[in-house]
């Protein structure tokens, strides 16, 4: 059961193999034994999960078809939940129980899924390996003394760990992309504005995408349709036509167009990473492919642009989180000024504070125009890059993270060696575009490997095509952790 | 050389859609805290904007009631600063990108001192769109401050003027115009108690010739007679301290209305950095031409269109024009009764800006609720018109009227006010009291015409008041001639 897709798990659930009941308990009860080491979940709440699910029981008696009626999937604690505590991974919301849903989470219960709980992140999704959680760092599945990525790293973990049967993530630089790698599992980061934001704490609003995180291209594709869709309640959300993200998942590779960029696979890359990813590219060509040589020359400026705007959006989102109307309010203060400062100095970590401070500078007056601005233009030539890119390739192919998993504390004490785990991944939300990671291999310390594919705007469909077809001919994406 | 004033006017004006900018949470005034503030405007985590399409279809409106440009695109900003009844840490308003630029108001400013009535044109720089913060209330909590939030996310056009202002009475008599225009357009309600149209002066003091000095903004002044008073303080302070030597340094203040007098909220050092940045929760609004024009349609006549056209076509004095176009109720009165009586456009000027003006001051009353209806006066004036009453008869129908409704006609018949024209009455009338006077008909034959009044008041008396004036007149006048 633990090992089965999602399709194979709602087909059980609507012949009665199993009850949602039954499947929510199994999966409390690993939860129960794995999770007090793994750290992925921040709440688990066995009775709302367990009411849910005999909900869900009850629409599949009635005849209910919806593919993910009754199949419990673990929610990234960055999404309101109503009567959920939702905490972002902060000291600053330890506390707050969200009186509504976040579109993505009724979308899920609209679906008859069941919530499983809310996975660990690093501090309002500020983070490269879970380190940066109040509620303690995630351990990698495959290595207990390894980082399982940030920030969507419970998830990730969570899903490795098979203590859900699939999860959603959050990507603002590779949020969802990264970890997904570190843990050996797939994620999809979609287009941006194809998810709606709301009641999704924001991090960076124009850079943030909600997506899929799961054991393979076709589960995603699912947890794609559920996720999708306008949603008025966001202006930035997309009006599109509702698709089948899985409609096109058999279609033969036959002429694909893969695109390599040079600079992906330059200095900087390990070589256990770049031969899993060569390899992999050679079995996309096995499959019909080929490959075509590109250059992304504006990408080398990605993650400085990237460290400009995201903590400049994110200095003002953080703004709300004053003491005031909820959340962490120091004990003890003086007159108001003191209030919103000691408040906020105990209530976010080291990390937060950085790129409150980093964000508060590049805004400021004649601090603007150098930063701020010219981070805005750079922003348009990576995008630009990626344009004319797609006139010569279908997708483009790399490396997800330039190592597999690291230690935890090894990267502790040095912010811009962390920055730099997301190398590959911070191009694609700068330029909106879609981006997704699949196990490819393993490094040469049994480390998962993830391999990037990028699209095109809205190609979701033919991404999760060009992944599913390559989890058909390949096993790595079924490999589970020892000891799991 | 003596000094000149230069003001320049920030009008927050309240728009009055029934729910906020970005939240679909009601607009209404003088609900109980906290009732009217919903998900968004608590700010809770993960809630994102949404505008209001109404709020900037009442900024195209003022746009196009003051010739100004509306912009095919722009874009809004968060301006950044901490404050309890500011929850998100950042007011969602617009910065270099406004809705609408380049605009003019035409003012009439009145008699005053050494200066003549006279009208004038300031120009509008800018208006944009933001949102109103809540409300701290420090009163009500011992020791601590409450928030109430019911009006965090009510929407705001922000008005801006160019400082063309030359001293407080042009102040106010371009806060008045704005006053008058944003509810005749019907896009704010004017409520000054309530908080909806507010303003912000911008005051400096040079001698002409030179430079603009250095300015001071006096902040939230919610009556026309603060704005005046206010502005006359801060003027004479300023001259005042240069005269003595000092100098202005920029800053904030407050006007304390009970001692008259402004105080120092803040000085440039002490400003907030707002670090504006375009809010990544919203796109760009986009106005299209077709938008623009069809809001255009919802327009009503302005009061200098309807003021040219009093004029031009109803032959009304520029004096009456401008006062019955000082208010869209005032207007509207107006052409309604007008429509009753539609070729003594004079006569329904004279009325009512005459006893129905006067009768609404002595009851405290405004306009929209005068008691009588404009049909009423239109009926009334009709009789007028048509000569059944006098203009004494027809203030004794007017305060009946008033006083106790009904229409002219039955008025007139009660109170048997219809005058007497029957020819053959009035010669009869008049044959007496010329056979009666006999000394004074010699008087006025032999040139002394102050006398005729002397007759026209025996003729009135002897016809108990209702005799029609001009043919009384007109028969007096021939038989006396003999």
Redesign the interface.
Known sequence: MLNSSLLQLGAALRARKISSVELTQLYLDRIATLNPELNAYITVNPDMSLAQARTADERITQGDASPLAGIPIAQKDI??AQGWR?T?GSRM?HN?V???D?HVVSQFNSAGAVNLGKTNMDEFAMGSSNETSHFGAVKNPWNRDAVPGGSSGGTAAAVAARLCAAATGTDTGGSIRQPAALCGISGLKPTYGVVS??????F???LDQAGPMARSAEDMALLLNAMAGFD?????SLQREKEDYARELNKPLNGLRIGLPREFFATGLSADVAQAVDAAITEYKKLGASVVDISLPNSRLSVPVYYVLAP??A??N?????G???GYRAPEYGD?ADM?EKSRSQGFGAEVKRRIMIG?YV???GY?DAY?LQAQKIRRLIAQDFTEAFQQCDVIMGPTSPTTAFNLGEKGDDPVQMYLSDIYTIAVNLAGLPGMSIPCGFGNNNMPVGLQIIGNYFDEARMLNVAHRYQLATDWHVRTPSGI | MTWEIVIGLEVHTQLSTHSKIFSGASTAFGAEPNTQACAVDLALPGVLPVLNKGAVERAIKFGLATGSAIAPRSVFARKNYFYPDLPKGYQISQFDLPVVGNGQLTIHVPASGKTEAHEKVVRITRAHLEEDAGKSLHEDFHGMTGIDLNRAGTPLLEIVSEPDIRNAAEAVAYAKALHTLVRWIGICDGNMQEGSFRCDANVSVHKPGTPFGTRREIKNLNSFRFLEQAINYEAHWQIETLENGGTIQQATVLFDPDKGETRMMRTKEEAHDYRYFPDPDLLPLEISPQWIEEVRTTLPELPQAKQARYVNELGLSAYDAGILTASREMADFFEATQRVVPKDAKLCANWLIGEVSAQLNRDGLEMAQCPITAQQLGGMLKRIADSTISNAGAKDVFRTMWAEGGDADAIIEAKGLKQVSDAGALEKIVDEIIAANPAQVAEYRGGKEKVFGFFVGLAMKASKGKANPAQMNEILKRKLAG
């Open positions: 999404f309101c939702t972002c919301l707050f969200s009186p509504y976040a934001r709301y009641g999704m704490i924001a960076a609003s124009s008025e309640r966001d202006s930035t400049a959006e200095s003002s953080l703004s709300r989180f004053d005031v109307r909820y108001l919103y508060t805004l400021s007056h603007y701020y």
